[in-house]
């Protein structure tokens, strides 16, 4: 992932959802090994995630029970299975219209990037693909997901 400065992260969310934020350590993330930027939120089990782009970088909030169970499926970002911390459901405002969300199963914090590529643990059943296949899979999730958010194609 390529280094983003504070200035393109503040600008990638909406200024309501930077209200009670507490900024990320950039200088401290290890961007090589990450293909999204992701903090938890202050208060509770969201995360503000930050996803680049062509042009700059989309922000979510990732909108997690922090008491809900764990789900025990897989998630829809890497598609890893995981005992440590499991898989919860997530849901996302879009930015075309702040009242519709987006739904779906991700790992619970949010460490897709580190479990493709062996860097945590995590199971992927019945596959075969190289991690370099399994980085490209998750960043099409994720181009799609940004599609999502922005109101691009909405039946995906």
């Given amino acids: 992932m390529r280094k983003l400065d504070r200035s393109l992260v503040r600008e990638a969310f909406a200024v309501h959802d930077r209200m009670d934020w507490q900024e990320p350590d950039l200088e401290m993330f290890p961007w090589d090994d990450h293909d999204v930027l992701a903090w938890r939120h202050p208060v509770g089990g969201s995360y503000y995630v930050c996803i680049p782009t062509r042009d700059g970088a989309v922000g979510a909030i990732f909108e997690m029970n922090a008491g809900a169970g764990n789900f ?18 997530a849901l996302i405002e879009t930015h075309a219209n702040p009242r519709r969300k987006i739904g779906f199963h991700v790992c619970a914090d949010l460490g897709c990037s580190l479990r493709i590529r062996g860097l945590r643990s995590a199971l992927f059943p019945y596959e075969t693909i190289s991690v370099g296949r399994r980085i490209e899979r998750m960043q099409e999730k994720l181009g799609r997901i940004v599609e999502r958010i922005r109101g691009e194609h909405p039946s995906r």
């Fill in 72 to 89: 025990a499926g897989s998630c829809d970002i890497c598609h890893a299975q995981n005992h440590d911390v499991g898989v919860k459901p």
